[in-house]
């Protein structure tokens, strides 16, 4: 009995598993209780399906493909930051208005003081720096719970907004250089660069990883294996590059639109740069080692408050970098941005994309595929129905059933010894 549970759990090096055997690990995996992104994946899917079939002439253009990113981006963003604290079994309740807080340091620095952009931006970054260290501070050195600490900021930065830019105010951004951030697309050419380089430099790093693995005498995934990745990867790309690079022209205006947009560069730097730190660094491992089991990584010697005040200065930082997209997304800075909906529909992009609540389990592309969900569900849900409070209800109901699926699989798991 022993000897065959060796046999399956030690591959030998060198031991490669065909497409199939992959499949059926995988499921295995799923059974097991660790689902990952997998729901939230069949949702958008099953989304884009349903909204594709009620208003397909609308939906499935290319107009409103190209919209669905710019919709989606500073969600992702911030919700990328969302997935370090929440790792920790922690809650960032001010993540909103920590992005609304730098984009009016941002817009005052930029417009009323009419300094270059270079300045402007690190200004927006440092306040989401010196907003995170004062929360990471009271959470990790004085004990407060994270959730009180972050309610109280939720309602401090709404004033702050307010002494920034005054009530009722509006600070227009008119530097170029920040509005074709998420106003701007790239040139066609430039476009399928950016494909290749995607798909070149995915096939590139599973190879080489695949190859360290083997030298290590570790088990590693078949060729077929990471063929069958790259050419899903390199069919889903090509795709996705074609349409953003066919002519977008508006109906109501001879204006013509075309290109991959510019916020897609910055979030996929975003998505690699963060998964490095969380997937390929010490860091990393100690974030999802204090997530699991914060007692016993204290006593492995993690510096479990160092870690958790660096978490939330993450958090805020991107928080930051998302208050910019949305500055630059509605050419403005007022005391709404980062408010209304914005905090509940990141920390449900985090979660919906399989990032748990309870923390030690999920992935910066979490962030990416549930801003995906959210996005659809916000621009489909108005094609069918102009009734807001049908829209609110859905969305809550996406996330409450995306949070079962973490508490039912972690329960599997458990049960499993996964």
Same mark, same amino acid.
């Given at each position: 009995?022993?000897?065959?549970? /060796?046999? #399956?759990? #030690?591959p030998?090096?060198?031991? /490669? !598993?065909?497409i199939?055997?992959?499949?059926r690990?995988?499921?295995?995996?799923?059974?097991?209780?660790?689902?990952?992104?997998?729901?939230a994946?069949?949702?958008?899917?099953?989304?884009?399906?349903?909204?594709?079939?009620?208003?397909?002439g609308?939906?499935?253009?290319i107009?409103?493909?190209?919209?669905?990113?710019n919709q989606?981006a500073?969600?992702i963003?911030?919700?990328?930051?969302l997935?370090?604290?929440?790792?920790?079994?922690?809650?960032?309740?001010?993540?909103?208005?920590?992005?609304?807080?730098?984009?009016?340091v941002?817009?005052v620095v930029? %417009?009323?003081?009419?300094?270059?952009w270079?300045?402007a931006l690190?200004?927006?970054?440092l306040?989401?720096v010196?907003?995170?260290l004062? +929360?990471?501070?009271?959470?990790?050195?004085?004990? &407060?719970?994270?959730?009180?600490?972050?309610l109280a900021m939720?309602?401090?930065? @709404?004033?702050?907004m307010?002494?920034? &830019?005054?009530?009722?105010?509006?600070?227009? +951004?008119r530097?170029?250089?920040?509005l074709?951030?998420?106003?701007?697309n790239?040139?066609?050419?430039?476009g399928w660069?950016?494909?290749?380089?995607?798909?070149?430099?995915?096939?590139?790093?599973?190879?080489?990883?695949?190859?360290?693995?083997?030298?290590?005498?570790?088990?590693?995934?078949?060729?077929?294996?990471?063929?069958?990745?790259?050419i899903?990867l390199?069919?889903?790309?090509?795709?996705?590059?074609?349409l953003?690079?066919?002519?977008?022209?508006?109906?109501?205006?001879?204006?013509?639109i @075309?290109?991959?947009?510019?916020?897609?560069?910055?979030?996929?730097?975003l998505?690699v740069?963060?998964?490095?730190?969380?997937?390929?660094?010490?860091?990393?491992?100690?974030?999802?080692?204090v997530?699991?089991?914060?007692?016993?990584?204290?006593?492995?010697?993690?510096? #479990?408050?160092?870690?958790?005040?660096?978490c939330?200065?993450f958090?805020?930082?991107?928080?930051?970098?998302?208050?910019?997209?949305?500055a630059?997304?509605?050419?403005?800075?007022s005391? %709404?941005?980062?408010?209304? @909906? /914005?905090?509940?529909?990141?920390?449900?992009?985090? #979660?919906?994309?399989?990032?748990s609540?309870?923390?030690g389990r999920?992935?910066?592309?979490? !962030?990416?595929?549930?801003?995906?969900?959210?996005?659809?569900?916000?621009?489909?849900?108005?094609l &069918?129905?102009? @009734?807001s409070?049908?829209?609110?209800?859905?969305t809550?109901?996406?996330l409450?059933?995306a949070?079962?699926?973490d508490?039912?699989?972690?329960?599997? !798991?458990?049960a499993?010894?996964?």
């Amino acid at each position: 009995m022993s000897a065959q549970i /060796t046999e #399956v759990d #030690v591959p030998s090096a060198g031991d /490669t !598993a065909g497409i199939g055997q992959a499949v059926r690990d995988y499921f295995a995996r799923v059974r097991g209780g660790d689902i990952g992104s997998l729901p939230a994946v069949l949702g958008l899917v099953a989304l884009v399906i349903l909204f594709g079939v009620l208003e397909g002439g609308t939906f499935l253009s290319i107009f409103n493909f190209a919209n669905l990113i710019n919709q989606s981006a500073a969600i992702i963003v911030l919700a990328m930051g969302l997935v370090f604290v929440l790792l920790l079994g922690e809650i960032d309740l001010s993540a909103g208005f920590a992005a609304g807080t730098a984009a009016a340091v941002l817009a005052v620095v930029l %417009t009323n003081m009419g300094m270059a952009w270079p300045i402007a931006l690190l200004a927006a970054l440092l306040t989401g720096v010196v907003i995170g260290l004062v +929360i990471g501070l009271l959470v990790a050195r004085l004990g &407060i719970p994270s959730f009180v600490v972050t309610l109280a900021m939720f309602l401090a930065l @709404q004033g702050a907004m307010l002494l920034i &830019i005054g009530e009722g105010g509006t600070i227009p +951004i008119r530097d170029d250089a920040i509005l074709v951030v998420m106003n701007g697309n790239m040139p066609v050419i430039l476009g399928w660069v950016l494909a290749v380089v995607i798909v070149g430099g995915f096939a590139i790093i599973n190879l080489l990883a695949i190859n360290r693995r083997r030298k290590a005498g570790l088990a590693a995934e078949s060729m077929s294996v990471w063929a069958a990745k790259v050419i899903a990867l390199g069919v889903l790309v090509v795709v996705a590059t074609y349409l953003l690079n066919q002519e977008r022209q508006l109906a109501t205006a001879n204006v013509v639109i @075309q290109g991959v947009p510019w916020v897609v560069v910055v979030i996929l730097g975003l998505l690699v740069v963060l998964t490095f730190i969380l997937q390929r660094t010490g860091f990393g491992r100690h974030i999802y080692a204090v997530g699991g089991n914060r007692e016993a990584a204290r006593r492995a010697g993690i510096n #479990v408050k160092g870690l958790m005040i660096t978490c939330f200065i993450f958090c805020s930082t991107l928080a930051a970098v998302a208050g910019v997209l949305l500055a630059s997304r509605d050419n403005s800075v007022s005391p %709404t941005t980062g408010g209304a @909906q /914005t905090l509940l529909f990141a920390v449900g992009a985090a #979660v919906i994309g399989g990032t748990s609540l309870f923390g030690g389990r999920g992935k910066v592309r979490d !962030a990416v595929i549930g801003g995906l969900v959210i996005a659809v569900i916000a621009n489909g849900l108005p094609l &069918i129905t102009q @009734q807001s409070g049908i829209q609110f209800v859905v969305t809550g109901l996406v996330l409450l059933v995306a949070a079962s699926v973490d508490a039912i699989s972690r329960r599997r !798991a458990s049960a499993t010894g996964r």
